[in-house]
C-alpha cells in the first residue's frame, strides 16, 4: 500500500511600515502595516482560505473519509484570521470535525529561534499548541519547524519534547541514492519518525502548475496521478508538502487550480493500492528504513536547500543578533504588549525580505518581497527594533 500525504503551510506574517523611517526612533512606536495586513489577509482569505476550506470538506464527505490533509498555521495567521476574517477560522474547524485533518505544531511566530534560543523555542511551540488546542480540540504530535529547516540536533530535540513525527525537505545531498518516497528515522533518535518532502511533485503543483512554458503544461489531474501511481514498487509514501496559497494566490482560480484538485483524489484513489494519509498516522502503516544523518541545517528553499534564504549576509546576521539580544530585557518587563511585539519581529518573513540572492532563485526572492529592495527591509526593520530598546529601557523597572 502506497499512502500519499498531502501537508499545507498556512502563514501570514504582520507586514512593517515601510515608510517607518530613523525618524519616527523614540517617537513613533506604531511599526505595522495595519491596512495592508488587513488588505492581504482578507483578499488571500476570499481567494484562497475560503474557498480551499470548502473543496476539502467536500472532498473529504465525497470519498467518505477516504480524503485526508494536514494544516500547520502559524499562529501569526491564526491571530489575524481571528481579527480580520473569524470566518476562516471557522472553516478550519469545520475541517477538524471530520476527524481526517491533522493539525501539525510549529513555531508561534514562524521564527527561526531554534538557530538562535532553544528557551524562546521551546516557549514559541508551546504557545502554538496551546492555540491549537484551544481552537480546534486538537493536541498535535507533528512537528514541523519554520521554513522545514532540519538537522540532526533539531530531530534530537524535538523526540526530547515527545513528539512522533517531524518533516522536513528530502535535499538531494542529504538522501543522496535515497528516496524522500520512504518513512525515516532521524539520526540518534529512536522513537520520532522523520517524512521528508518529495520536492519534484510538491513543486510540479505549487511552482509550475501555472508555467506556460513547461513542458508538461497543462497538468492535470489524471497526468499527475499516474506519476504518484508510478511510484508503486519504489515507495512507499509520497509526501506532497506546499503552501496553501497555492490554490487561488499563487495559482489564480482561473488557471483551473481548484478543479484539478477537485479530480486528484479520485484518480489517485482508482488505484486500489493508494491511500491519503496524515503525518502521524505514518508510522501505523511504515516501519523507517534507515537512519538520516543530516549534521548541517536544511530548509525547503533555494537550490541549495539551506539557510541563505534568511541568514548570511550582513544585514540579515546584524537584524538576527539584535532581535535575539533584546530578548532578556523583553522578558524581563513582562509586558505584554512589547513581548507580542518582539516575537512578530521574529518570524522568518523579515529576514527573507533583506536576502540579496539574486541569481538562480533571485525572482522568488523579488516575488515575496513587499520592499523595493533587501536593503530598504533592513533599514526599516533596524529603525524598529531600536525604537523598541528605547521602549523597553524606558519601561525597566529602576535600580533605585
Aim: proline fraction near 4%; hydrophobic fraction near 35%; charge should be neutral.
Amino acid at each position: 500500500m502506497v499512502s500519499v500525504c498531502f501537508y499545507f503551510q498556512v502563514h501570514q506574517p504582520y507586514r512593517l511600515r515601510k515608510d517607518y523611517s530613523f525618524f519616527d526612533i523614540g517617537l513613533n512606536h506604531f511599526y505595522e502595516d495595519e491596512e495592508a495586513n488587513r488588505e492581504i489577509c482578507n483578499k488571500v482569505s476570499q481567494k484562497c482560505y475560503l474557498p480551499t476550506n470548502n473543496l476539502m470538506l467536500e472532498l473529504i464527505n465525497r470519498f467518505k473519509g477516504k480524503f485526508k490533509v494536514s494544516y500547520s498555521i502559524s499562529g501569526l495567521a491564526l491571530d489575524q484570521f481571528e481579527k480580520f476574517n473569524p470566518e476562516v477560522i471557522q472553516s478550519f474547524q469545520q475541517l477538524a470535525k471530520t476527524g481526517n485533518v491533522e493539525f501539525i505544531n510549529e513555531t508561534y511566530y514562524h521564527s527561526l529561534s531554534f538557530l538562535y534560543s532553544r528557551a524562546e523555542f521551546k516557549r514559541q511551540v508551546s504557545l502554538h499548541k496551546k492555540k491549537i488546542k484551544e481552537l480546534f480540540g486538537y493536541n498535535p504530535k507533528t512537528f514541523r519547524n519554520t521554513e522545514l529547516i532540519y538537522n540532526n540536533e533539531l530531530g534530537k530535540f524535538i523526540e526530547g519534547m515527545g513528539f512522533s513525527t517531524l518533516l522536513s525537505e528530502g535535499a538531494d545531498h542529504i538522501l543522496g541514492w535515497r528516496s524522500p518516497n520512504f518513512l525515516y528515522q532521524p539520526k540518534d533518535c529512536y522513537k520520532l519518525n522523520l517524512m521528508l518532502k518529495n520536492y519534484k511533485l510538491s513543486d510540479d503543483i505549487a511552482f509550475r502548475f501555472s508555467n506556460r512554458g513547461w513542458e508538461e503544461y497543462p497538468l492535470t489531474a489524471d497526468k499527475y496521478a499516474r506519476w504518484i501511481h508510478n511510484i508503486s514498487g519504489n515507495g512507499e509514501l509520497v509526501n506532497l508538502f506546499m503552501d496553501y496559497e497555492t490554490f487561488g494566490e499563487h495559482h489564480w482560480q482561473d488557471t483551473g487550480i481548484f478543479d484539478f484538485m477537485r479530480a486528484l483524489p479520485g484518480e489517485i484513489l482508482k488505484h486500489s493500492d493508494f491511500q491519503f494519509i496524515t503525518p502521524c498516522e505514518a508510522r501505523k502503516y511504515y516501519t523507517p528504513v534507515a537512519r538520516i544523518n543530516v549534521p548541517y541545517y536544511i530548509s525547503w528553499a533555494d537550490l541549495e536547500r539551506d539557510l541563505t534564504a534568511w541568514i548570511g549576509n550582513p544585514m540579515q546576521d546584524s537584524a538576527t543578533e539584535m532581535a535575539y539580544a533584546l530578548e532578556k530585557k523583553v522578558l524581563a518587563s513582562r509586558n505584554p504588549d512589547l513581548i507580542s511585539v518582539w516575537r512578530r519581529l521574529l518570524a522568518s518573513d523579515h529576514f527573507y525580505y533583506m536576502c540579496t540572492k539574486w541569481f538562480s532563485d533571485g525572482d522568488v526572492h523579488k516575488y515575496f518581497n513587499p520592499f523595493n529592495s533587501p536593503y530598504d527591509a533592513y533599514l526599516v526593520y533596524m529603525n524598529v527594533l531600536n525604537d523598541l530598546k528605547i521602549s523597553l529601557d524606558r519601561n525597566a523597572p529602576s535600580k533605585g
